[in-house]
């Protein structure tokens, strides 16, 4: 249960303060001994602690992901793999594992979804970390629009989607080989621009490292990168700066 809820039960006598303080004496965070689950991520960030599965056991990813899940009604994981998630669909029978993007979730309620987030790729090998951003901004509370196979060997490709990209209140631009179609969005739209460079190439890709290059080198302006195959932190990133918008415009009305 969260903190606002928990409180709003007490007032409500729906639970006593034994019960409330018993919940509450895991804050700010829960020891499992191997890990420290943080229970106070969702009131400073506006979303609870995300699971990276990459290097955990499969019983440490289970009891991490039913701990999160339990406290928060809802729980994200990335590079999951089947095995990992295996572990968990049984038991949260509306989990969802998305094979693509190697993402795990699950939640009781489905997060609303507001504004316009666009993700966009140079090529096809590219569409699984394009995947991971654009779940995790989806259950981060953003509309997704997702155009794929733009890249800059047929710049025609990307002209043409132009007026569906300009709609959005942030794009993720995902790119290996050398990475330039973040470059050229940014020249072209007025919209901020999260670049992730991907370790698709051949031999002088250099697992990424060329794109990665390519992007932070950019001249053009309104444009950040994050880390190679970070698809988690470019959809989160854009996710959280839709949602700024969102919010300011509300504000207005």
């Known amino acids: 249960m969260l903190t606002k809820e928990l409180l709003q039960a007490v007032q ?68 999951v793999t089947k095995e990992q998630a295996n572990a968990i669909l049984p038991m949260i029978p509306h989990a969802q594992y998305h ?20 993700i966009c790729t140079g090529g096809t090998s ?22 794929y196979d733009i890249g800059v060997s047929g710049i025609h490709r990307l002209i043409d989607a132009l007026p569906d990209i300009r709609k959005s209140n942030a794009v993720v631009a995902v790119a290996g080989m050398e990475g330039a179609l973040a470059s050229v969005l940014a020249g072209q739209i007025d919209k901020p621009v999260i670049a992730v460079p991907t370790s698709i190439g051949y031999g002088a890709n250099l697992q990424g490292i060329s794109a990665l290059l390519t992007m932070i080198n950019s001249c053009a302006t309104g444009m950040a990168t994050v880390n190679i195959d970070n698809g988690f932190g470019g959809g989160y990133m854009a996710a959280q700066i839709n949602r700024l918008i969102v919010n300011a415009a509300q504000n207005q009305i």
Not at 31 to 45: C, F, G, P
């Open 12 to 79: 409500n006598h729906e639970l006593s303060v034994e019960q409330a303080m018993e919940q509450l004496k895991d804050l700010p965070y829960h020891n499992m001994e191997y890990a420290k689950l943080d229970y106070h991520r969702q009131l400073r960030t506006g979303f609870p602690e995300v699971i990276f599965a990459q290097g955990k056991t499969v019983a440490q990813f289970r009891d991490i992901f039913n701990t999160l899940y339990e406290r928060n009604q809802i729980a994200l994981a990335t590079r």
């Open 99 to 118: 094979d693509t993007a190697r993402i795990l979730y699950a939640y009781e309620n489905k997060p609303k979804q507001h504004g316009l987030v666009t």
């Open 126 to 147: 590219d569409i699984p970390v394009a995947e991971e951003a654009a779940v995790t901004a989806e259950l981060c509370g953003a509309n997704v629009n997702r155009i």
